[in-house]
């Protein structure tokens, strides 16, 4: 991606390698969350059959690794950027007050 000028003067070239390696994780996180749901819908299929108790271990890693990347998408969003994204907005605005 490359910035025109003045935004250049905010975004560099490093300031964008790093959003692009936060969105790139995101994007990864979100992949393997599509995944994991993609093996609920299947697990759905196998609680049918008369063995699934035999599958319940799995059942349960699969439920827990889907809440735990959830939680970490949460906590990266609304824990980490959003408030960072905040305290950018509010300090461009008082620079641009005075």
Known sequence: ME???PVSLV???KAVAC???IFR??????HVERLLCRVWLYNKVVKRFSEARL??????????????IQHLQYYMCVEVIEPSWCQL???LDKKRAL
Do not use: E, P, T
């Not at 994780?25 to 979100?30: D, R």
């Not at 599958?55 to 735990?68: K, T």
């Open 3 to 5: 910035v025109k000028w």
């Open 11 to 13: 975004l560099n070239h």
């Open 19 to 21: 959003y692009q390696m």
């Open 25 to 30: 994780h995101l994007f990864y996180c979100k």
């Open 55 to 68: 599958y319940a271990d799995a059942f349960a890693l699969r439920q827990r690794m889907l809440s735990c």
């Open 89 to 91: 907005i509010q300090s």
